[in-house]
């Protein structure tokens, strides 16, 4: 299978599932409106402050990554007969063997392990493509952000620096 046909079925915590696969470019309508049911505080966490517009270069750069160098994962699960994106993960390669990683699960759909599966998924990915680590940078309040890298099962390291933890993950 390609990485930009990439899908797997999942459980969520509740039982029901959800769909983890690749993101495509199809993906810009359903990625902005999960964005934008996200609380001002969530898009803080995810983007370290106040972000809620995107210019169509900005949309373009997230939607459209070329599965080498720039993964994407969404969350899809089925709301009132519709698919609806709960959340996404992606790693950008920044140098070799190594990745930043970022995080977002919309408002309703936080606690429910959508982080962890999609943790999973991209972990795995990344270590199939020969990277051996990860990284973030996380607020220190970002709680559950933290436990999803403590609880992944990768060796994790942190170093807090002016007001945010940088976590690495060994992945090999």
């Given at each position: 299978?390609?990485?930009?046909?990439?899908?797997?079925?999942?459980?969520?915590?509740?039982?029901?599932?959800?769909?983890?696969?690749?993101?495509?470019?199809?993906?810009?309508?359903?990625?902005?409106?999960?964005?934008?049911?996200?609380?001002?505080?969530?898009?803080?966490?995810?983007?370290?402050?106040?972000?809620?517009?995107?210019?169509?270069?900005?949309?373009?750069?997230?939607?459209?990554?070329?599965?080498?160098?720039?993964?994407?994962?969404?969350?899809?699960?089925?709301?009132?007969?519709?698919?609806?994106i709960?959340?996404?993960?992606?790693?950008?390669?920044?140098?070799?063997?190594?990745?930043?990683?970022?995080?977002?699960?919309?408002?309703?759909?936080?606690?429910?392990?959508?982080?962890?599966?999609?943790?999973?998924?991209?972990?795995?990915?990344?270590?199939?493509?020969g990277?051996?680590?990860?990284?973030?940078?996380?607020?220190?309040?970002?709680?559950?952000m933290?436990?999803?890298?403590?609880?992944?099962?990768?060796?994790?390291?942190?170093?807090?620096?002016?007001?945010?933890?940088?976590?690495?993950?060994?992945?090999?």
């Amino acid at each position: 299978m390609e990485l930009n046909e990439y899908s797997a079925t999942e459980t969520r915590r509740d039982g029901r599932p959800i769909e983890i696969r690749a993101l495509s470019p199809a993906d810009r309508h359903g990625m902005l409106s999960a964005l934008d049911r996200m609380s001002d505080e969530s898009i803080r966490r995810r983007f370290f402050g106040p972000k809620r517009r995107f210019s169509d270069d900005e949309v373009a750069y997230y939607t459209e990554v070329d599965f080498t160098n720039h993964v994407a994962l969404v969350a899809v699960l089925e709301e009132d007969g519709h698919s609806v994106i709960a959340g996404g993960a992606r790693y950008i390669v920044s140098k070799p063997g190594a990745a930043e990683v970022a995080f977002a699960v919309d408002d309703a759909h936080q606690g429910q392990g959508i982080g962890a599966l999609l943790m999973k998924h991209l972990a795995g990915i990344a270590r199939r493509a020969g990277l051996q680590e990860l990284y973030a940078e996380v607020l220190p309040h970002n709680t559950a952000m933290l436990k999803v890298f403590e609880k992944s099962g990768h060796c994790m390291s942190t170093k807090r620096d002016q007001g945010v933890v940088h976590v690495t993950l060994q992945v090999s």
